[in-house]
């Protein structure tokens, strides 16, 4: 008898049943059931009934339990978010994240939209678009050029060159006055069939031609995944990092949204770094051939010329990528709920989503601040701290655990602050229906476009999907413990890594014996823009993360072996 569907009678018939059986076990027979007993069957049954109907409720908080027990992302709602595009051509400017929008829902709703990370504005544009696959450049139908390019009336053929056995997108852009591209954005609007694309093009590296023409080191940008998903770029080379001056990304992260992975973000770049060219000198003849004789008029002026190079094997990028988009960032629909909780007046439980009795649903807590402004602590937190305060969220409630004083006495308010956000209600804001924008400073100049609906919202987690996500972390390979899990690391670490080999050893490290792991990885230089450089910067990363998983007093050696694809 499955337990969803159990009622009182059949439960109390079973009871009455399995209580006969063990009485015929010890040689009684009752075909009568004591008065008090059935009475006690009853109620019996009557609380299990309860249990039953309830068990959906009941394995939810048990998943939420372990969820937060063990540090994952809770169980709780997620932004719809969408695309906006700002134009200024009249100055750069700095749209800093969480900048506020306002959208408009089919209901006439009115939806609050925050930018999710720093982008800049300035006149720059892209005037050239190409892909390059199969050995042949083809301009990029998708992308409007620039009027003086479409006036030199380029073949829209594919034209014959060598430029490796890699697919490949070049933009040129026209450059804003201060000659780099700090901080701009980029929107890449993906057909429905090239989902491959979109993943390869959030970890494949970008690489900025430099004065001479060449696409190397200097250059080289690599993706990570920011905040609500945004691709946020980082420069290859350590110096040119720390010698960057920091954007404002002072934002409240949010989990992945719906457009994660079709938007990037620039760092900033360091002082003097422009990486300017006229066009890099492996394009040359092809761009004669596509442009003719008005090739050496277009090609006057320095541009900031961009590489993204692909893995082999992926659809068309020619019919994959149906646009590429400057100016342009991520905006969520989360707004900040700040309110300071008198314990007193408000109790130490306090509704913040649906489930509690709210109009929105909760996204995620920001921050906890106690009376003498330090934070409260998760309840599974540990803390040699006996006056910290706690909270904890259950059924759309935030159950706080005030702190006290060192005398004792217990704080009188705290200050609590959340994301919210309208959940699914947020995916009825069409295209073209976040415009307004809410802008301190604002000063006119600033248009802003809305390209895409807003997608991705949901009023919560379904268990089937969280219960997925949490098994998923228990069976990741957090430990390397056996060869098998080392090999598994090492080769999936990048997808340009060919093969793996492992060999142990036993050496002298330091006036003592320890056991040598000696793992080679197998690279092609085709699949790399400064193979040297690069392939350097991959050994480190791949030994940082193999080093927070080895076990202790086994040594490790990495080393690179180039061979052909």
């Known amino acids: 008898m499955p337990y969803t569907s159990a009622t009182a009678v059949e439960i109390d018939r079973k009871l009455r049943e399995d209580f006969r059986r063990r009485l015929k076990e010890y040689g009684v027979n009752a075909e009568t059931t004591d008065p008090l007993l059935a009475v006690l069957f009853r109620t019996f049954a009557q609380q299990l009934e309860v249990l039953y109907s309830d068990t959906g409720r009941i394995r939810l908080a048990l998943l939420d339990e372990l969820i937060a027990g063990l540090g994952l992302q809770k169980r709780m709602a997620r932004p719809a978010q969408t695309v906006i595009r700002f134009f200024d051509t009249s100055r750069t400017r700095l749209i800093e994240g969480g900048t506020a929008l306002t959208g408009e829902s089919t209901t006439g709703a009115k939806l609050t939209f925050l930018t999710d990370a720093p982008v800049t504005v300035s006149s720059a544009r892209i005037c050239f678009a190409a892909t390059y696959e199969e050995g042949a450049l083809r301009l990029l139908g998708g992308v ?25 997108l070049f933009l040129a852009i026209e450059p804003p006055p201060e000659g780099h591209l700090g901080g701009h954005g980029f929107y890449f609007d993906f057909s429905p069939d090239a989902l491959d694309i979109q993943k390869a093009l959030a970890r494949e590296t970008w690489c900025l031609a430099g004065e001479s023409g060449t696409f190397s080191g200097g250059g080289i ?19 040119a990092r720390e010698n960057s001056d920091p954007i404002n990304d002072d ?13 990037y973000v620039l760092p900033a770049f360091p002082p003097g770094k422009k990486l300017l060219c006229r066009q890099p000198r492996a394009l040359e003849p092809a761009l004669t051939r596509l442009f003719g004789r008005e090739a050496p008029n277009l090609f006057t002026t320095e541009r900031i010329w961009i590489k993204v190079t692909f893995p082999r094997g992926l659809p068309s990028l020619q019919t994959g990528i149906g646009n590429v988009a400057l100016h342009a960032i991520t905006a969520s629909n989360v707004e900040c709920l700040n309110q ?10 306090i509704p913040i989503s649906k489930e509690g009795g709210t109009d929105w649903h909760l996204v995620a807590p920001l921050s906890v601040i106690s009376e003498s402004d330090t934070p409260y602590l998760l309840e599974t937190e540990p803390s040699a701290d006996p ?22 006495k217990r704080h009188a308010y705290a200050n609590v602050r959340v994301w919210i956000s309208a959940g699914a209600g947020g995916n009825q804001v069409g295209p073209g229906k976040v415009a307004a924008i809410q802008l301190k400073d604002y000063a006119g100049g600033l248009r802003v476009s809305n390209p895409t609906a807003a997608a991705g919202g949901t009023n919560t987690e379904e268990f089937a999907d969280a219960r997925t996500r949490f098994t998923t ?14 090999f598994a690391i090492a080769s999936s670490f990048d997808r340009r890594v060919l093969d793996t080999t492992i060999r142990s050893a036993v050496e002298r490290v330091e006036g003592a014996l320890r056991r040598v792991e000696k793992v080679t990885v197998y690279l092609n230089k085709d699949d790399f823009n400064d193979p040297d450089l690069e392939a350097r910067y991959l050994l480190e990363d791949l030994r940082g993360v193999l080093a927070k998983r080895f076990l202790h ?12 694809a």
Do not use: C
Not at 152 to 161: G, M
Not at 251 to 263: E, M, N, Q, R, S
Not at 340 to 349: D, P, V
């Open 387 to 408: 006056h910290v305060g706690r909270y904890a969220i259950r059924n759309g409630r935030i159950e706080l655990m005030p702190a006290t004083f060192p005398g004792g």
């Open 553 to 564: 007093d086994i040594e490790l050696s990495l080393q690179v072996e180039w061979e052909a």
């Open 251 to 263: 934002v409240a992260p949010l989990p992945p949204g719906f457009y994660t992975g079709k938007a």
């Open 473 to 486: 972390a228990l069976l990741s390979r957090d430990r390397v413990v056996t060869r098998g899990d080392l």
């Open 340 to 349: 300071t909780i008198y314990f007193e007046k408000h109790g130490t439980a």
């Open 221 to 239: 940008l690599r993706p990570r995944v920011g905040n609500a998903g945004l691709g946020q770029l980082e420069w290859l080379m350590q110096k």
């Open 144 to 168: 409007e050029m620039d009027e003086r390019f479409q006036n030199a009336r380029p073949s829209l053929e594919a034209v014959k060159t060598n430029l490796g056995p890699n697919p490949a």
